[in-house]
């Protein structure tokens, strides 16, 4: 893979760079009076890595320390290499210890459904949050911190453990008011929609077959959405970068 995304990583991170006085080195690096920060793309990793040393009184530069990693490969695209950048100012600013200046999420809009039959992203988060409400706090602090709603990592922390736990543990009736609307993101739904709604219910059920019984059960009637379940379920345990998002 070529590092054809460095550029948008690093121009999602120029913002905040700058405000903490950083300075393009002739080595790529960037500097300020208190540390050294290297952005590289790793090839035999297929990893973004972030590493960070101290400066020292006389300028010299310690031994450099990898903070933050992300999976990158060839199914990644530019927007993926902006979330990367994201993520990489958020590490930067706690290696930091530079504080958001204000509380934002009062700011912050819950999502909202569109009047379009179809269900998008944005649609099918609210319901998320309709049927799980305690997430909505969650929401408003995930945008506060990231700056943007990164989908895969907001339901891979908050989403999935409340999944694992309907269908661990909750009665058939909760299964089936989460599963009235379940079912119409998968018929409804917009490509990513539909290939998020999929993919969580294999993250919800990995290595757990009380949960994968309770699935197979809840979508047994719909013998499409049922297949792609259990089509994905290895898939899903070979894809790192869904298992990065998604499993915390």
Known sequence: MDNRYYENVINEMQP???EQGFALQEDGSFLNAKKSVKINYAEERQM??????????DS???????INAWLFDDTQNAKDAVAVGI???????KELGVKLRRNVTADIDLPTASKSDTINITGFTKKMLDIFPVLKNDYKSHVAKYGN??????????????????FTT????????????????YAK????????????LCAASFENETAVSSIR?????NQHFLMSYNNFIPAFAKNKKLKKALLK
Request: cysteine-free; glycine content about 4%.
């Open 170 to 185: 909750g009665t058939s009736k909760q299964v089936k008011k989460f599963y009235d609307f379940y079912k119409d993101a």
């Open 217 to 221: 059960e809840m979508l047994k009637d």
């Open 16 to 18: 905040f760079l700058d």
């Open 149 to 166: 709603f990164l989908y895969l990592n907001f339901f891979g922390e908050f989403l999935v453990p409340q999944l694992k736990e309907l």
């Open 48 to 57: 973004y890595t972030m590493s960070v040393a101290d400066v020292a009184e």
């Open 60 to 66: 010299a530069i310690s031994d450099y320390s990898e």
């Open 87 to 93: 993520d990489f100012v958020n590490s930067l600013r």
């Open 189 to 200: 739904g917009d490509r990513d929609t539909v290939n998020v709604a999929v993919a969580l």
